[in-house]
């Protein structure tokens, strides 16, 4: 109906070429990053601000694998596909119990000099964990699946789903800056399918935008969504308030603006993501 296409059109207006986009920062930097492979997009989403690709395959010299934290020796690194503020993003491989399968291993160095700290990475690591706490729903295939988290004095690791996809920014801006009406429902309803997955797990993304959702290509048939640095927790079966962790202000809430600016302190954190969905 017209009503439903205007609405889809609000809906992934942010999507247009035409349309502002985050300033890059901390947690809003994609804008530095023009174009991406599929590998990339997902270094680029994991690994935080300033992430590049010079020297990690995609020119440049190649660096060393770091040495993981122990408890890690089923899993070897191949290459780097990016690295960022908030850490490096490698393509390594699983080889026990006889499987061979990709992984994308977020390293991230510990000391006073780095802006993530070992707090960070476990916070993350639990909100992964939680998404997948339990029995599993379907939803649960467009969402990361933490494999093994560990860390030392020096390091913490992230092992990864690994998923080959591009921004959907990205996606959109191939398609001349707008989806087709067919398309925006479908992904639509996978972003909100994953939401409603984690939602029920307890969990809020907190930074909800099309840089954090990957999709497939070249047909966008699935999509993941990623990054969850930014994410609370909270308890389903309550009130789900949650406090501010952060986010991408063009893409916030209008309550998440509020807690950080000595408003409100705390928000239903799915009510936020549904409203960053859309």
């Given at each position: 109906s017209a009503s439903a296409s205007q609405t889809l059109r609000h809906v992934f207006a942010p999507l247009s070429s035409n349309s502002p986009r985050p300033p890059p920062s901390?947690?809003?930097?994609?804008?530095?990053?023009?174009?991406?492979?599929?590998?990339?997009?997902?270094?680029?989403?994991?690994?935080?601000?300033?992430?590049?690709?010079?020297?990690?395959?995609?020119?440049?010299?190649?660096?060393?694998?770091?040495?993981?934290?122990?408890?890690?020796?089923?899993?070897?690194?191949?290459?780097?596909l990016g690295k960022g503020m908030f850490g490096a993003v490698w393509l390594g491989r699983h080889s026990g119990m006889g499987l061979s399968r990709p992984v994308a291993v977020k390293v991230c160095a510990l000391d006073d000099e780095e802006e993530t700290s070992a707090a960070d990475v476990a916070h993350e690591a639990e909100m992964l964990a939680r998404l997948f706490s339990g029995a599993d729903v379907p939803a649960s295939r467009l969402l990361p699946r933490l494999f093994a988290y560990q860390t030392d004095a020096l390091r913490a690791a992230l092992v990864l789903q690994y998923f080959e996809g591009v921004e959907l920014r990205e996606h959109a801006s191939a398609a001349g800056g707008l989806l087709s009406e067919v398309e925006a429902r479908r992904l639509t309803a996978l972003l909100l399918e994953a939401l409603a997955h984690a939602h029920r797990k307890g969990v809020a993304h907190g930074d909800v935008k099309p840089e954090n959702v990957l999709v497939t290509v070249p047909d966008a048939a699935s999509l993941m969504l990623v990054d969850f640095g930014s994410a609370s927790a909270f308890d389903p079966e309550a009130a789900p308030r949650v406090a501010e962790r952060g986010g991408t202000p063009n893409f916030m809430a209008p309550e998440r603006h509020l807690a950080g600016g000595g408003g409100a302190q705390h928000f239903d954190g799915r009510a936020s993501d549904v409203w960053s969905a859309g």
């Open positions: 901390k947690k809003s930097w994609s804008a530095r990053i023009q174009k991406k492979s599929p590998r990339q997009a997902l270094a680029a989403a994991l690994c935080g601000a300033n992430a590049h690709f010079g020297g990690f395959g995609f020119g440049g010299a190649a660096s060393e694998p770091p040495e993981l934290p122990p408890g890690l020796e089923d899993y070897t690194l191949e290459r780097p």
